[in-house]
């Protein structure tokens, strides 16, 4: 792409006018992956500070230099957001191909994954062709991709935008994580319905306080990105969105609490999933998931309304949301020789509450809950969660997370500050999962939480393979092979 064209839109015409018309090939952040013909983009980081390495990437071939200062280089361009810059960029040379996309964004600390997982199966069961982005990669045309982030970098997303439109892909339904937000990584983007599902405690590492991580959020209820916002009525943070001034587009409302544009009553809950009435701006129907919890039944409502909002009548979409099976890593059960096993992604004081209430009414012996914390993330959490553990379970296992650099014993004792009753610490995942299976019996609960469908470990800036699943499994055939069951089948 030529540089004119590749700045169209974040030049003015003065500036465009300037530069020189050169074959550009990418746009790159890293100095170090800097390659003849590409433009560098200085970010500002928490640590870096991309002016630090302008010399590095010319000297690897930049075409160009975006920066927020006059570096008084010839071939500087000075913009006033260089992430927005960024994003920009990275839409241009991937040719704007998110604007050929119907994008779907949702936003929220718990929630977004099984709402875009289960939004994007209904969706596909309706007709379209659809690709998902989110804290499980993307993954569109019979692809799986791993991405990093729960939203990818501009240059990354872009490229998959291009990809999907290539692939056929008409609708993309994505996670929307704050960071983002708060880093501008969508700018450029149009997302024709924004969903927040709620704001609870998480991420204060980096944003500091609650109202600032709302702010981050509220950030993306903007005509500037959405045509229409979908909020969860029984969230206090995300109702305060639906009484604030001067917003400049419409809102929708779900929820099972509040009054909402689409609401749920008569529900009733089983080990098997849920089933209630769904009234949608006064058009009802029975609903039947297989999905458990409140929670899942307001992710439900959320997918229900989304999926009307594009143009569905509710008695498909209710069909349609049938016939979806449990997300990844979502509430996840397995039977264990009589015990229910329940595997959740659980990592914040809210999630780890709402997954234990539900397992808690679903339990008839006790209920075990094993749990960490990530390390080199919000630590004001970790006794949050050692006392809600503590109130809900008979028993309580701390264990390891993803401990990244910290040591997995100190995050342990800043969990075990919040603890009360009967609890254990095993800082090994695998040997504190084979423990806690040991103990139960028929009619228990195992409740691990904290990872989900992650498949590795993160240590000291490695990533070892790990999974929840495959412990639990491993556990499964010793206890076969003690009893001399011979199973080789089993998965």
């Known amino acids: 792409m030529k540089a004119k064209e590749l700045f169209s839109g974040i030049l003015n015409e003065e500036k465009l006018s300037k530069i020189q018309d050169k074959s550009i090939s990418r746009i790159v952040a890293n100095s170090k992956g800097v390659e003849d013909g590409d433009v560098f983009v200085c970010l500002k980081g928490g640590k870096f500070n991309g002016i630090d390495y302008v010399a590095e990437a010319i000297n690897n071939g930049a075409s160009f230099v975006v920066s927020e200062e006059d570096l008084g280089l010839d071939n500087g361009i000075v913009v006033e957001n260089s992430r927005s810059a960024f994003a920009l960029l990275s839409k241009n040379i991937n040719n704007r191909a998110c604007d050929k996309l119907n994008i779907i964004g949702i936003t929220g600390t718990n929630g977004k994954t099984s709402i875009a997982n289960m939004l994007g199966g209904v969706l596909a069961k309706l007709g379209r062709n659809v690709g998902v982005i989110g804290t499980l990669g993307a993954s569109y045309a019979g692809k799986r991709y791993e991405t990093g982030f729960t939203t990818p970098d501009p240059d990354v997303l872009h490229r998959i935008f291009k990809d999907m439109v290539v692939c056929g892909v008409d609708t993309v339904v994505m996670e929307v994580s704050a960071h983002a937000l708060a880093l501008d990584k969508l700018d450029g983007i149009k997302f024709s319905v924004g969903v927040l599902t709620n704001i609870t405690q998480d991420h204060l590492d980096f944003f500091k306080t609650m109202d600032a991580y709302a702010k981050a959020k509220f950030s993306f209820f903007d005509a500037k990105y959405c045509k229409t916002g979908l909020i969860c009525s029984d969230d206090d943070y995300a109702k305060k969105l639906m009484f604030t001034p001067n917003l400049n587009l419409p809102i ?10 689409c609401f749920a009553t008569s529900i009733k809950q089983s080990s098997k999933g849920s089933k209630f009435y769904c009234n949608c701006v006064d058009d009802i129907a029975e609903v039947n998931t297989k999905f458990l919890g409140k929670f899942n039944i307001e992710n439900t409502l959320a997918t229900i309304t989304t999926a009307c909002l594009q143009g569905f009548k509710l008695n498909d979409v209710v069909k349609a949301l049938s016939e979806i099976d449990p997300i990844e890593g979502r509430m996840n059960v397995i039977d264990v020789e009589g015990v229910n096993v329940i595997i959740d992604y659980a990592h914040t004081p809210d999630g780890l509450e709402n997954i234990l209430k539900t397992a808690k009414s679903l339990t008839s012996g006790k209920l075990y809950a094993l749990f960490g914390c990530g390390g080199n993330r919000d630590k004001s959490k970790r006794p949050i969660m050692g006392k809600i553990a503590s109130k809900l379970a008979d028993h309580v296992i701390l264990t390891s997370d993803n401990p990244r650099f910290e040591e997995p014993n ?42 989900g469908a992650e498949r590795t470990q993160e240590i000291n800036g490695q990533k070892i393979p790990f999974s929840d699943y495959e412990e639990v499994y491993k556990h499964q055939k010793l206890r076969k092979s003690i009893c001399g069951v011979n199973d080789e089948h089993f998965d």
């Open 252 to 261: 929708v409302s779900y929820g099972i609490n509040n009054p909402s544009d």
């Open 410 to 451: 100190e995050i342990i004792k800043e969990i075990q500050k919040g603890v009360s009753g009967s609890y254990e610490i095993c800082a090994n995942r695998s040997c504190a999962i084979q423990t806690a299976l040991s103990k139960c019996s028929s009619g228990d609960t195992l409740v691990i939480a904290g990872k």
